[in-house]
């Protein structure tokens, strides 16, 4: 299972890597893509909209279920992944690069540290 | 609850779902690999937790008749059919086949979520002369699909499986019966065999041997759906009649009185309230789920019951329980995902065309 250690992690199983621009890029794990299965759909959120931490952010849907993706820090968003909507399957293949589901710019960039780390993330999904 | 291919599903990394109470796999490598493979290839699909019931005795096919839609009597030994237990309003108790065995002896196969419920309804029937026995947890069934399953067959078993649908075989081996049957829930040629706990894993080890892939119930979902199979508990149930869901063809109303016999008759006369339609939307959107919203023109004229995304077509389909008036191919619908309205087609059934 890859799990970067330069991104902070969500118990629900997205990441967030702080961009140098301060904005912040916001997926889902490899971990998630694997039990999410074959991913056939996303549906990522408008730039403009605005997210607390916690809140239901885009639906991303497998042949089997459809799933919600939570925004793991609050803010709003500054860019969606449109890439998704012709190759939804960039979320199984590359779920840390071409697979990013949006990005936001953080209301409260300290957010970030309420978030796991690389080791507390690998030990949250051994568990 | 584990089926006999339990160990055969973990070590060959089948991910474990519940359903109905049975640990089952819903996939193995991924659900759009396992459709493909039943369609071009051969899939197999452990179908244990499914229920088995034997009727027999010299008033068999007198019982049967009272209880099921079908017309019970039509069948020879070696023949199978497709059938409902209803109850007394007509709807749905379960979906099952039928095999004649021999002229007294039947084998029921029916729902896994369903078993005990049937097993008490037709007991609570039980008549002088016929006798029942439940023999779910003894036997174990496979199903294996797709093009090159007549040569599976032929491989594993030494002879030709029986090119017609809805043949049966008993085959005994080692010393006790098994039972082919040419049938299946995907559209595909294939059969399905039922047998002993004992003999299941070496069955499953056979077929897969000679090429037919582990599918999970994810694959099957997939596959009965663009055939407009129904899913018992989603697109059938006891508050829905058979012709409501379009299913009059395994109904005989003339055959003599059995249970729901007069609610259908009383349906057909009046017209039925509702139709399960099949819906494909063309545009890009998600797969389809059951109780999504249908409206025209803003006006909700009924929900999906079941819904996914066909590899065949490359659409969303759905199966959906509509008002009549809206039923016809060619309306034109939208399914509400989450607050988008999708634009769907009413489409003649099934979604996947096959000559089988």
């Known amino acids: 299972m890859n799990i970067p250690t330069d991104l902070r992690y969500a118990d629900s199983h997205e990441w967030v890597r702080m961009e140098s621009d301060g904005t912040a890029t916001v997926g889902i794990t490899d971990h998630a893509q694997a039990e999410l299965t074959d991913i056939v759909f996303a549906e990522p959120p408008k730039p403009g909209a605005t997210f607390q931490a916690g809140a239901v952010a885009a639906v991303v849907e497998s042949v089997k279920a459809a799933s919600d993706i939570y925004a793991p820090i609050g803010g709003e968003v500054t860019a969606a992944n449109s890439a998704l909507s012709d190759n939804p399957a960039l979320l199984n293949t590359d779920p840390y690069g071409e697979g990013w589901i949006f990005k936001l710019r953080p209301a409260n960039p300290a957010e970030v540290e309420n978030l796991k780390d690389a080791a507390a993330y690998t030990a949250h999904i051994s568990r | ?356």
């Not at chain 2, 294996?144 to 499986?161: A, E, H």
Request: hydrophobic residues 40%.
């Open chain 2, 1 to 356: 609850m584990k089926t006999s291919l339990y160990q055969k599903h973990v070590a060959a990394s089948g991910r474990i779902v519940d359903f109905a109470g049975w640990e089952m796999p819903v996939q193995y490598a991924g659900i759009l690999d396992e459709h493909r493979a039943v369609r071009e290839a051969c899939g197999v699909f452990d179908i244990s937790h499914m229920g088995e019931f034997f009727v027999r005795g010299p008033g068999a096919c007198q019982w049967l008749e009272s209880l099921l839609a079908s017309r019970v009597s039509a069948l020879e030994p070696g023949a199978a059919q497709y059938s409902f237990l209803l109850n007394p309003r007509g709807g749905v108790i379960d979906d099952l086949y039928v095999y004649c065995l021999a002229a007294d002896e039947y084998l029921l196969v029916v729902n896994a979520a369903k078993i005990d419920e049937d097993a008490a309804w037709m007991r609570s029937h039980a008549v002088p002369g016929v006798d029942f026995e439940d023999a779910s947890t003894s036997l174990s069934a496979i199903a294996v699909q797709g093009p090159r399953s007549t040569d599976i067959f032929k491989t594993c078993f030494g002879r030709d499986l029986p090119p017609a649908r809805n043949r049966v075989l008993k085959i005994r081996r080692g010393g006790q019966f098994s039972y082919v049957a040419t049938t299946g829930y995907t559209g595909e040629t294939g059969f399905e065999v039922v047998c002993p706990n004992a003999q299941a894993e070496s069955l499953w080890d056979a077929v897969t041997a000679v090429g037919a892939r582990p599918c999970g119930l994810g694959a099957r979902d997939v596959l009965r759906l663009e055939m407009c199979y129904p899913l018992n508990g989603s697109d059938l149930s006891p508050e829905h009649t058979p012709l409501e869901a379009g299913l009059g063809y395994f109904v005989d109303l003339e055959k003599g009185d059995f249970i729901g016999r007069d609610a259908l008759v009383a349906q057909k006369a009046a017209g039925v309230p509702s139709r399960l339609c099949a819906l494909v939307v063309r545009e890009k959107s998600p797969p389809m789920r059951s109780h999504y919203t249908v409206a025209q023109d803003g006006r909700p004229v009924g929900e999906t019951t079941s819904g996914g995304l066909s590899p065949s077509l490359g659409a969303a389909i759905a199966l959906a329980r509509l008002d009549p008036a809206c039923a016809a191919p060619g309306t034109r619908l939208e399914i509400d995902v989450r607050g988008r309205q999708y634009p769907a087609e009413v489409v003649r059934k099934p979604f996947l065309k096959k000559s089988l």
